[in-house]
């Protein structure tokens, strides 16, 4: 029963928010396991140039991470994730009309460019619907949910891959945006709450001119190369460096999964603040600095021997993953301003997405290309960043306004319950006690 209330979410907006996370990951896992066979196989399109489109489709993504993300403090952060999700579904559906590399490109810019916005005003709906001192664990909930839905989508999605025929790949990706759809329709069951008074304080380039979050954003996206270390640079190091069997990486690649599913909850305990944000992710970094150490000592050992290093380096990381996570999303949300949450969120999204494009080359250059050494060289790049983090924390949260001038300076918001606007707070409190 324990374990039972770290994985299902409480009932109210928490709960709301995981089903429809459920139902959007579920199609993310089948776009990822099926879309670039597809390109390459059913459109004819090659490795190269769709790698070359993705590329240019994640820059173009970057670009409306902030925009979406002052449209939904504007607007109400409901409705625009309803919008950008729902579009993301359709756009995934139109990949079945793609037949050559420019409208790929086109079609894949628009998908991932809905993907930000998507995020960016996702993130910001977390900052309205659930009080403050919840968010962290919120948060969570919903990255266990993550893990649970590409998991299943990847699954699914294999079907297509086994029957490797046009039909089953675009049927798949109907499905997938489908799967989209329903979970931006799910949001509806949430209120809206938008900003009724323009401030300049609000204005589009607000986050831009914040340089102690620009900081903690650019720490945490070192930070979180830590997925492409797992994803990218240990499957490339075991099959050229050690003597374990490839077949180790799945089994890593389970554990990790499993461990983020059970206990992303529990590590979120204690980092909801400011200053336990800063602790986790210090701590983050000492033990993904570890990690990699360890998984350095793979190479060079006897097969068994590897298989155990490995295995203890991925336990490692994990716990390192697990507290990045809570760390993060307490300095995302604490260190932004209420009426700004989403472009705050968007900038610190993008952050993620610059790092998620730099860690192959980075890992490219210093695990595989160096070896040993720069396993060590990454640790380090790690270790500093977690340990620098709370001085910069402290900074930011030195600058940000006393609460009662928060609460003094707030505009204005409306709430909309799907039946009409009614000027005042959200029941927020009531909503997630529910």
């Known amino acids: 029963m324990k374990l039972l209330e770290h994985l299902v979410p409480p009932q109210g907006p928490v709960r709301v928010l995981a089903v429809s996370n459920l139902a959007r990951t579920f199609g993310n896992g089948i776009l990822l ?5 597809y390109f390459i196989r059913s459109v004819g399109i090659s490795p190269t140039r769709v790698g070359l489109g993705l590329s240019l489709a994640a820059a173009f993504g970057m670009l409306i991470s902030i925009p979406a993300g002052h449209v939904a403090d504007r607007l109400g952060a409901r409705n625009t994730a309803i919008a950008f999700v ?14 050559g590399f420019t409208s790929f490109v086109v079609l894949a810019a628009l998908v991932v460019g809905a993907e930000a916005g998507a995020d960016a005003s996702r993130g910001a709906l977390v900052a309205q619907a659930v009080p403050r001192e919840q968010r962290v664990k919120a948060r969570a909930y919903l990255r266990s949910v993550t893990n ?4 299943l989508g990847t699954v699914v999605g294999g079907v297509a891959l086994q029957l490797n025929t046009g039909a089953a790949y675009r049927t798949m990706l109907l499905v997938s945006g489908a799967a989209f759809i329903l979970g931006a329709l799910l949001f509806l069951r949430l209120h809206n709450e938008h900003i009724t008074r323009h401030e300049e304080k609000a204005s589009v380039g607000l986050v831009l001119k914040d340089r102690p979050y620009l900081a903690v954003t650019a720490l945490t996206a070192i930070l979180a190369m830590n997925d492409g270390l797992l994803t990218v640079a240990l499957p490339l190091w075991i099959a050229d460096r050690t003597n374990a069997p490839v077949a180790v990486y799945s089994a890593i690649l389970l554990v990790n999964t499993i461990m983020v599913i059970l206990f992303q909850v529990r590590a979120s305990a204690g980092a909801e603040t400011v200053q336990g944000g800063a602790r986790a992710l210090r701590r983050s970094g000492l033990l993904l600095a570890v990690c990699c150490g360890v998984f350095a000592l793979a190479a060079g050992a006897p097969a068994w021997l590897a298989v155990v290093v490995l295995i203890v380096g991925a336990l490692i990381h994990v716990l390192g993953e697990l507290l990045y996570a809570a760390g ?5 949300y604490e260190l932004a301003p209420e009426h700004a949450q989403g472009q705050y969120q968007g900038l610190f999204g993008m952050g993620g997405k610059v ?8 890992t490219a250059v210093l695990i595989i290309g160096v070896g040993r050494p720069g396993w060590l060289i990454f640790g380090a790049l790690l270790f500093a960043a977690g340990a620098i983090t709370p001085f910069v924390a ?12 928060v609460a003094a300076a707030a505009p204005a918001t409306t709430v909309d319950s799907g039946m009409g606007s009614v000027p005042g707070t959200p029941p927020r409190q009531e909503e997630a006690a529910r």
């Open 33 to 37: 396991s099926v879309s670039v066979l």
């Open 86 to 99: 729902a579009l993301q579904g359709a756009l995934v559906c139109g990949y079945t009309f793609v037949g």
């Open 148 to 151: 649970i839905g590409i998991s």
């Open 328 to 332: 993060s999303w307490a300095l995302a």
């Open 355 to 362: 790092a998620k494009m730099v860690t192959p080359a980075i």
């Open 394 to 405: 402290r900074w930011a949260e030195r600058t940000r306004p006393p609460a009662r001038e």
